[in-house]
């Protein structure tokens, strides 16, 4: 009887330490990517934002990004015409503006809108967030591939409209490869793949493509001109300067 | 050997001197862009009347003069209303025959970091919006209406201004504004005209023939017909807000001297009628932000006129005999505040459908606390084949005018909407516009305009 309660017992202790052990990788390698996707004290560049239908035929947009720690950020439309100049200041604490030329004046904008595509992307509101993954989702590990680890992320918020992430990371570098997102029903419902190339110390994602499964549209967005750690200050993410 | 080293390097700076011109040059060169927008309606009922023509060429020139400063102009070009030809004279004049019209919508220079960091300024015909809700804005008072088509919403002219804006930090600013002379609102044309014209009760027997006005504007100088603005705004527990004051004059005339003239000896008379524009304080407040992933916000101005606004009827040509001039007073526009306001809210739910929801009390164009009605809009869009179509099935409005007599005093308005960008740079729109209504509101006026809109914008 002894035996058998000391067996439960070392087994549950090697469950728990178990567990516990595999949840402190997930986190790690999370936190490892986070630390790899957002050292840069700031970030500006551009980017070319290519639509793709599911009879193959492309529309291009074309914006400039300003960044700055993990949440601020500046987009604005360059291209085509009808968009131009249209901007969005995302702030800490889910505080969003849109800043429409036409209209002359930023306006909130809902965090409802966080589900929703970002101009026409494939791409969410919510995706394009750059809060740290660690503060989105707890991780769990899957496996571990030739190459990279592939986590299970589940989404803190219950208003994320995903209900998982399964993403892949770079074993040595630690930046995501590829991604799939599920919704709430636990059907794949988009699918992402990330090119990083190195620029001076930081690892910089050149090109990043989402695929939606049901409308069968891709969207690729390519960074080009891209400068780190320019000296951006807070200043330059403010409602000042989105109307400038 | 020295002097081929210092011709060169003399050659290398040149031409790093030049490139580095030419990249300034580049990036301060001037952009033109714009639109074309072609805007035809007609009315449903037979004989489809047509009820708008405007072919419009939006001009937008921008150029950055230093790191800190640009300009902005913004020009329309335009073919508007339909040919008035009442004579073959009227054939020599493309004016009547082809309308148009030219508008600088605004021209400004803006300095950024003016004096001080902190500080910038824009001197020159410019938009000062504000305001939070959504193109109904009780607040934004300082550029005059553009009414001229009273179906979009919220459309101002430009005013010649000086606009300073003060950044304590990047959650708090003042904004101060001087306008140094008055300009009215532009009414409204073609079908809309009489919309916003209040019908005329004249005492039992008589019959008006003839209606004739005469306006007051306010003098010229910088005491009778400037108008100044002060706003502060701040960012605060996730919402944002302002405070604001204007000294102005309202845009739109006020009836204040009517002197009735006999013509007949049945009762028939002629008025003319004398209108003004009444100074008065505005108070405004607005707030935005987003609770539990709606979008909120509210905003309300509170109009204090600083004096009582009385109109006088004249009836002394009725009464030859009188010895004493016969007049009728009535308070039009007490010295009392009345506050227009808007409450409203706007979700994105995941499918892509987007909600809009607006509470407003006290539409443009009424005054006084008695003439404030209530406007309930609503619209509902959804947008499909990857964006390029948009339909709006539920977009209008609910007016009442009288909660007592609600039967007599409403208004309905429905305007569902189509859009289609067919290319990235061309958006297609086809829309109705239903009017019902009894009494005393503008959209109850428009009953008899039922229309069909068609537009086509192309940016460039």
Known sequence: MRKLKLSVLVIALFLMFGFNANAQDANTILKNMDDVMYSPKDMTGKTKIILIDKAGKEKTREADIIQKGTDKRIFRFTAPSSQAGI????????????????????????????????????????????????????????????????????????????????????KTHFYPISAEFYDKGNRKIKEGISVYKKIGNYWNAQEMSMTNLKKNHTTRMIMSDVKYDTGLTDDDFTVRKLKQ | MKKINLIFAMVIVLIIGTKFARAQEDGNKLKLSGELLTDQRFLLEDPNDWAW???????????????????YSEVWLRNIGLPNINSSADLYNKGIVDPFNLEIREAYVQLFGFLSKNLDVKIGRQRIVWGTADKLNPTDNLNPYDLEDVLDFGRHRGSDAISLNYYFNSEFSMQGVFIPFFQPANMPIGIFANALTPSMELPQGMTLMGFTDQINMPKYNLGESSTAGLKFKGFAAGFDFSLSYVWGRDGMPIGTYNTFIPVDTIGGININSQLSFYRTHIFGADMAGSIGGVGVWAEAAAFLPKNEVVMTNDLSAMYPLSPMPVTQDTTVLDKDAYVKFVLGADYNFANGTYLNFQYLHGFMNERGNDALNDYFFLRLEKKFFDDKLKIAPIGGGFIVADWEDIENNYALVYVPEISYMATDNAEITLSAAIFDGKGENMFANLKDYNMMMFKLKYSF
């Not at chain 1, 589900?115 to 750059?130: H, I, K, L, V």
């Not at chain 1, 571990?144 to 995903?162: H, W």
């Not at chain 2, 023509?53 to 300009?71: G, P, V, Y």
């Open chain 2, 53 to 71: 023509n405007e072919n419009r060429l939006t001009l937008n020139f921008e150029k950055k003069i230093t790191d800190n400063s640009k300009f």
């Open chain 1, 87 to 170: 901007a969005v200041l995302s702030l800490p604490n889910d505080v969003m503006y849109l800043y429409m030329p036409a209209f002359g004046k930023e306006r909130r904008i809902s965090s409802s809108v966080k589900s929703q595509n970002f101009a026409g992307t494939d791409f969410s509101y919510d995706d394009m967030e750059s809060k740290p993954n660690s503060e989105k989702y707890t991780p769990k590990l899957l496996e571990t591939e030739e190459g990279a680890y592939v986590l299970e992320l589940t989404p803190i918020s219950k208003k994320s409209s995903y209900s998982k992430v399964i993403m892949k990371v770079h």
